[in-house]
């Protein structure tokens, strides 16, 4: 019962009444320092009298005490021992205590010293400035750091049931700043309770900080578990990618948080640690190695051109706009019929281009004058076409939009590009154009038909034109606008459930940046014809997905945040694939990227065909669409949707 009373008194005390006091102003400071010089003074005459020596000096002992308060004031405002806050006391205010006193000390003894030459006799008695200097620094000293452990104890000091128990990976200097700079936040996020060293083999108990260092003998959770701890946090900079990717795994796998901080001599503002430590991303757990470019290829076919980037606010083109400004073309020319995302870029790119020339143009791929216009006005060397209609499941509600973005929109394209010379045609496409089996799947691979067929096309005819077509195929960017990962952190934002169309639902993942490097790379080095395939690396299956993206939001996966099974939607597979089951693959220069070997048709046929599409879109039922769509891709079976029935 006192225990708890005399808690409450704590609490109210320092917790309520001084948790928000400021800073003594440095006169204050300077006026305790003074006080407590004037204290030690009076402890040696107390210690020298108890001694019984005998000292006769000139002068009485009070001006001889108030002498040595000066000489020791004028010093502490020549090391401004009193501009420091003393509850943030570091070893640097400890130095300039001593030099301070020290040179106190020094002075008096050459005053003490001269004096005796000139009188022949001595002002002070050598054993007693000696005994001052000491008494004064141990007592400041005492001072700032009685205040320093006040500070850090009561008044500054959080709940502690309501901080994050945390154990810091590491014990090399990055990670003793980083928990020393943890250690003075306010308000506090973390009571730290210790050290894991993996290089510490010995068993003898060290300390850093105050906390101990624990040797990695054992598994991380089992460590943690033992600690008491909720949290690691990632200060070790030696580490491995890898190694880094099994801590946090083991992590997530026991329900244990993991955070990671940049090393301190990267922080852009130091004062803002809770800023710096961030959970880990998803597309920090992939299982992939960093991507080498060609970069000196890409920049010589890039450097000094026009670029033109359909789509180019969404989120692969934005990406790509990103990328091919520091290969330093003239101008860029970034094309979407988005408003507000155009013009977010805009604003965005302007600062980064400073020496390239940005042009937005706010028009629709479909509309071949605005098309057409385009290439008269700026006479792009370079086109990426990005512009694409995407989610699977809508384009099964409307195929006819399908056709006329993803299909007309490339025609629209590809022929201008023709017409108007450009150096390189990359077609942006997606991995749901092997063995289509939705509309927009299907819709990809009539685009690619069309310009590998036209690109062969060109080819074999007379007259001469230098435009190579070439596909890039890629499977989920995570990230990008639609996906499942922004989708799953919303739900989680929400508290659940993450839907998920199927348990053994399995896809193909990689970031928008090295999608969007690929992209360049693999329309650097294509000939034209090619369809370039990037490593996708292993394919996620998507429930681990989720589960993995609960634990790194801090929740228990079906307990605290529940998936929910909702069944496939339209035009959806378990499976996506790269190639068809006739391709084969060449590799190139770049492990990453492969050619897909896949059968040229002849263009007279397929311009026919896609001419009866686009006729046949404008005027006709969706299953009339997707009908004359399935005879132009034999391969095109409908799975999970009303137009099965045109299969059988």
Request: hydrophobic share 45%; with cysteine; net charge neutral.
């Amino acid at each position: 019962m006192n225990k708890t009373i005399f808690k409450e008194l704590e609490r109210s005390i320092f917790n309520k009444k001084f948790q928000n006091i400021g800073y003594l102003p440095r006169w204050i400071i300077f006026a305790i320092d003074v006080f407590i010089v004037s204290v030690a003074c009076l402890i040696t005459t107390v210690v020298i009298d108890s001694l019984s020596v005998v000292f006769i000096s000139t002068l009485d002992v009070v001006s001889l005490n108030i002498i040595i308060v000066l000489v020791n004031a004028v010093f502490f405002m020549i090391y401004r021992t009193y501009s420091g806050i003393i509850r943030h006391s570091t070893f640097i205010d400890g130095i300039k205590l001593l030099v301070a006193t020290a040179s106190s000390y020094f002075i008096l003894l050459f005053i003490n010293i001269g004096y005796y030459f000139i009188a022949h006799k001595k002002l002070f008695l050598s054993t007693g400035l000696f005994i001052t200097f000491v008494i004064s620094f141990l007592l400041l000293f005492l001072f700032r750091i009685m205040v320093k452990n006040i500070f850090e104890k009561y008044l500054q000091s959080d709940d502690k049931r309501k901080l994050v128990k945390a154990v810091i990976y590491g014990a090399d200097a990055n990670a003793i700043s980083v928990a020393n700079a943890l250690k003075t936040e306010k308000p506090s996020r973390f009571n730290l309770v210790a050290f894991i060293d993996k290089y510490k083999t010995t068993k003898t108990s060290k300390s850093i900080l105050d906390l101990p260092i624990v040797n990695q003998s054992r598994d991380i959770h089992v460590i943690l578990r033992s600690l008491g701890a909720e949290a690691l946090i990632l200060a070790e900079k030696s580490l491995t990618k890898e190694e880094t990717i099994a801590i946090v795994e083991e992590c997530l796998e026991y329900n244990f948080k993991v955070f990671t901080v940049p090393l301190i001599t990267d922080w852009e503002d130091q004062k803002q640690i809770s800023n710096q430590l961030k959970n880990f991303d998803i597309e920090d757990l992939l299982h992939r190695k960093p991507i080498v470019l060609d970069s000196k290829t890409i920049s010589s076919q890039i450097n000094g051109k026009t670029v033109l980037i359909t789509g180019g606010a969404g989120s692969i083109g934005s990406e790509i706009v990103r990328q091919v400004i520091h290969f330093s073309p003239y101008k860029i020319i970034i094309l979407d019929q988005a408003e507000s995302p155009l013009h977010n870029l805009q604003l965005e790119v302007s600062d980064l281009a400073k020496k390239v020339k940005i042009r937005t143009v706010l028009a629709d791929v479909k509309n071949f004058e605005e098309m057409e216009y385009v290439f008269e006005t700026y006479k792009p060397d370079y086109v990426y076409h990005a512009a694409a209609y995407k989610h699977v499941p809508l384009m099964e509600e409307n195929p006819a939009q399908a056709i006329f973005t993803n299909v007309i929109g490339t025609k629209n394209l590809a022929d201008l590009s023709s017409y108007y010379k450009v150096e390189k045609f990359v077609l942006i496409s997606t991995d749901k154009a092997v063995n289509p089996s939705s509309v927009m799947g299907a819709s990809k691979r009539i685009a690619e038909k069309y310009v590998q067929s036209l690109n062969y096309h060109l080819i074999q005819s007379p007259t001469s034109n230098t435009t190579k077509f070439i596909t890039t195929r890629f499977g989920n960017v995570l990230g990008s606008n639609g996906s499942i990962v922004p989708l799953f952190t919303k739900q989680i934002q929400e508290g659940g459930p993450l839907t998920i169309t199927h348990p053994e639902i399995i896809r193909y993942f990689m970031t928008i940046p090295e999608a969007c490097q690929l992209v360049l790379e693999a329309g650097a080095m294509g000939n034209g014809g090619e369809i370039y395939i990037f490593d996708m690396g292993e394919p996620v299956k998507i429930i681990d997905l989720a589960k993995k993206m609960i634990r790194l939001a801090g929740f228990v996966p079906d307990n605290e945040i529940k998936i929910k099974i909702i069944g496939l939607r339209p035009g959806e597979k378990l499976y996506e694939e790269l190639l068809n089951d006739t391709s084969k693959t060449l590799p190139t220069h770049n492990e990453k990227i492969m050619i897909g070997q896949d059968q040229f048709d002849d263009f007279e046929e397929v311009n026919v065909l896609i001419s009866q599409l686009i006729a046949t879109a404008k005027m006709s039922t969706s299953a009339e669409i997707v009908g004359l769509m399935k005879k132009i891709v034999p391969e095109f079976k409908s799975m999970n949707s009303v137009f099965e029935t045109l299969d059988q």
